[in-house]
T-cell receptor, first 109, second 112 residues
């Protein structure tokens, strides 16, 4: 099956710093989403981005589908950005959303 | 408000008992999904359904069962056959096969 790899697995930042999270996937996909899981377990939708670039405030994402990777940029990080960031892809030939293992982000004040 | 509602938020089960987790959505979405998350892990797909009265097994369906009698409801039963049911269970829904998925707040199941 498709492999979804996220890097780095852990990241510690000082408040105000910038970061880049990466998601690599092993097959062609129809859909790619980035989620933030908060301390209560809720998955918050960040981006639906099968290709191209999108921005939402301090966050932006870029997916290069032909090269099978996506990047999530966090600028001027805040302590509320802490949590786990997941990348998930939807396969061409099915409706299943396959998740990566996540990146644990800790932002220190 | 439109959204996905999972209940209960916390659930305790004795070994050998079946329990049913509820998932309801009022988004008029066709597809619904159940995922399991273990501590420090990603999400793994249990079952999914694209239309009423039809569903498919995901990667870890053993020990679980589902039904899809109504478009807005997709309950998950954790049976006594599930060897290690303690986990965080998340339900999701989406419109078409390639559309954006949205998640409920989850149910934490603990076997005591």
């Amino acid at each position: 099956g498709i492999q979804v790899e996220q890097s780095p697995p852990d990241l510690i930042l000082q408040e105000g710093a910038n970061s880049t999270l990466r998601c690599n996937f092993s097959d062609s996909v129809n859909n790619l989403q980035w989620f933030h899981q908060n301390p209560w377990g809720q998955l918050i939708n960040l981006f639906y981005i099968p290709s191209g670039t999108k921005q939402n405030g301090r966050l932006s994402a870029t997916t290069v589908a032909t090269e099978r990777y996506s990047l999530l940029y966090i600028s001027s990080s805040q302590t509320t950005d802490s949590g786990v960031y997941f990348c998930a892809v939807c396969l061409d030939y099915g409706n299943k959303l396959v998740f990566g293992a996540g990146t644990i982000l800790r932002v220190k004040s | 408000d439109g959204g996905i509602t999972q209940s209960p938020k916390y659930l305790f089960r004795k070994e050998g008992q079946n329990v049913t987790l509820s998932c309801e959505q009022n988004l008029n979405h066709d597809a619904m999904y159940w995922y399991r998350q273990d501590p420090g892990q990603g999400l793994r797909l249990i079952y999914y359904s694209q239309i009423v009265n039809d569903f498919q097994k995901g990667d870890i369906a053993e020990g679980y069962s589902v039904s899809r009698e109504k478009k807005e409801s997709f309950p998950l039963t954790v049976t006594s056959a599930q060897k290690n049911p303690t986990a965080f269970y998340l339900c999701a829904s989406s419109t078409t096969r390639d559309a954006e998925a949205f998640f409920g707040q989850g149910t934490r199941l603990t076997v005591v």
